[in-house]
């Protein structure tokens, strides 16, 4: 469960990262 709360933090702050890993 954190993992995941922590992954939507960083995607929020930093949506660049995580068009990179859905493109990866």
């Known amino acids: 469960a954190?993992?995941?709360v922590s992954?939507?933090?960083q995607a929020n702050q930093r949506p660049q990262m995580v068009l990179q890993l859905l493109q990866g």
């Open 2 to 4: 954190q993992a995941g």
């Open 7 to 9: 992954m939507l933090a």
